[in-house]
């Protein structure tokens, strides 16, 4: 998990942005409760679809959302989910009512089992990218959050996760287009100490065609902004990729491995690249270990 990793050298901070908004794994181990603005970015709408179904009918939500981790249903609910994307974000966007149960359910059950980004985002018409669920500790899907319980007790417990969940998200602000409308002043440093999470498509060739909205272009334009920012002292920022996707002279590039999924057990591509996944941290950054979420409670 690199989310512990993250925050230990953000620290302390007054604000939160994520441009490129995934399973939410960094803004959830924030230091919580604490008086932090938090802005994250969905570029097609999935996240504003789920936080309206989670707060419109939790229930119902937490019920859609309970099913086995399934590589074929993996496949089956992305290709779904891609499809459906571009109508489903035009309705979000002319209804302030609408939500898509269906939508919100089998997005968050395959941000629990997908390896890393890339969760529903096909390219051009292709659909997902057919990739193995995640066979680790990370990739149980939502019953990873839950005790080893009957199925009555499973479904309270998913209820209780998600009631949860929607109080922690209650003041977390969404936008949803281009990484670079909440990266400019007012969005982050004008509200005080910031801390920015990037997460772009990864520039290595073989990586680009995961994305549907994200390209090559895109990571670029993210180590422009990077270089250009580094010397803020208000801005912590933390980059993620390949260890040789970016230049960032004076960064401090940290390696991690992602372990548990099927590609880091494998013997091809997925497994060398495992090995090959950074995050740079620019030269604000600090190291602070604090209490999150749901280790709270633990």
Known sequence: MIAPMVWERFGSVKNLVEPFFGSGAVLLAAPW???????????????????????????????????????LDLHARGDWLVQRRGDLTERLRGDPNY???KAAAWWVWGACAWIGSGW???NAGRGVNRQLPHLGDAGQGVNRQLPHLGSAGRDDAIRTYFSVLAGRLRD????????????????TFKNGLTA??????????????????????????????CV????????????CGYDTDYDLPGWDCVAWK?????????????????????????????????????????
Do not use: M
């Open 33 to 71: 409760p604490a008086k932090r603005i938090e802005t994250v970015n969905d570029l097609d709408g999935l996240l504003c679809n789920f936080w309206r179904a989670l707060q419109a009918d939790s229930d119902a939500l937490a019920a859609a959302t309970d099913w086995p981790v399934s590589e």
């Open 258 to 298: 992602a372990v548990g999924g099927y590609g880091s057990q494998g013997k091809g591509r997925g497994r060398s690249n495992a090995g090959r996944e950074v995050i740079w941290f620019s030269p604000h950054c600090l190291g602070q270990r604090q209490e999150t979420l749901f280790t709270r409670s633990a």
């Open 228 to 239: 250009e920012n580094a010397d803020n002292p208000l801005l912590r920022i933390a980059l």
């Open 120 to 122: 529903a985002e096909g």
């Open 99 to 101: 939500y898509d149960i």
């Open 196 to 225: 920015v999470f990037l997460d772009p498509p990864y520039c290595a060739h073989d990586r680009v065609k995961l994305y549907a909205e994200d390209s090559f272009r895109v990571a670029l334009n993210v180590q422009r902004w």
């Open 172 to 187: 977390v602000r969404v936008c949803c287009g281009d990484w670079s409308r909440v990266t400019g002043p007012s969005p």
